[in-house]
């Protein structure tokens, strides 16, 4: 699809990979509604945004409440226009072993990262199939094709969220509407992977990515309409190819690397 002249709706734009998004995407050509919880956090943002010579706005939205979700979409269509791109990026992670983890934060992260993009996108998208246009770019992980433990609920929140892009990508081919899964492996200097363990470095068999090839990355898979993409480095970039045809090895290649014991919460 082509970005210049379009709007945009992303979510999670107040900090992380979603600042480089959005920097990407404004230099793409995008007009950008900036969701965040605080929407103070976004006044920034939309300058740099502004500052690329296409217009923004500031929506504060709690991606779990319906309501917030209508609203965003009410209010891009409103004053920027109808929604022509889609970026679900808001999420969040609990680092711990599933036993001893809250049922309330399993059932905030589902929320997040699961339920609110596709209430967000089934909001969004009939504007999209009224016109025969648009593009749904849904930020996964390496976490949504492969195993994760200790990161255990993130990590099927994030499946849930590959297998919803792959299976509505196939729905929604009849009206010209592409549907993307960015699925980044450990992004250094930004994000939650940063937070969550204060700039130590990935696992060295594992390797990282910056947040900037992953912006890079998601702006090809919009305008070349790419179903799947891995954001990684070396082998990991066809860690979903080797799980779903060897899973034991792939695992055991994980343990021995050390990507599980890094992962593993510290008592």
Same mark, same amino acid.
């Given at each position: ?32 509604? #900036? ?5 103070? +956090? #976004?006044?920034? @943002?939309?300058?740099? &945004? ?8 500031? &929506?504060?939205?709690? @991606?779990? /409440? ?16 109808? &929604?022509? #791109? #889609? ?5 969040? $992670? ?22 609110? =993009? ?17 593009? &749904? ?11 994760? =433990? ?5 990590? +099927?929140? /994030? ?10 990508? $196939? ?31 990935? =696992? ?47 695992? +055991?290649?994980?343990?021995? +690397? ?10």
């Amino acid at each position: 699809m082509e970005l210049r002249g379009t709007v945009g709706i992303l979510t999670g734009a107040s900090r992380g990979i979603g600042v480089y998004l959005a920097q990407h995407l404004a230099r793409a050509g995008v007009s950008l509604a #900036l969701a965040a919880r605080d929407e103070a +956090s #976004l006044e920034g @943002v939309a300058d740099m &945004v502004r500052s690329k010579g296409v217009r923004a706005i500031t &929506v504060a939205t709690d @991606v779990t /409440k319906r309501s917030d979700l209508q609203r965003l979409v009410k209010r891009t269509a409103a004053e920027l226009g109808d &929604v022509d #791109l #889609l970026v679900n990026n808001a999420g969040i $992670e609990r680092y711990a072993c599933f036993e001893g983890i809250e049922p309330g934060d399993i059932a905030n992260i589902l929320k997040t990262n699961a339920l609110g =993009p596709q209430l967000l996108t089934r909001y969004a998208l009939p504007q999209m199939i009224e016109r025969r246009k648009g593009h &749904v770019v849904n930020i996964a992980s390496v976490a949504g094709v492969t195993a994760m =433990p200790y990161n255990t609920v993130y990590s +099927s929140s /994030k499946h849930a969220l590959v297998g919803f892009s792959r299976s509505l990508r $196939e729905e929604m081919a009849e009206y010209n509407i592409g549907v993307s899964a960015i699925c980044p492996s450990f992004v250094r200097d930004a994000g939650m992977f940063q937070d969550s363990k204060g700039g130590a470095g990935a =696992p060295r068999l594992a390797g990282s990515v910056s947040p900037v090839e992953v912006a890079e990355q998601t702006i090809k898979a919009v305008q070349k309409n790419r179903p799947e993409v891995i954001v990684a480095p070396g082998l990991t970039r066809v860690v979903d190819v080797l799980h779903a045809l060897a899973p034991r090895l792939t695992t +055991s290649v994980a343990r021995r +690397s050390g990507a599980y014991e890094f992962s593993k919460p510290q008592h």
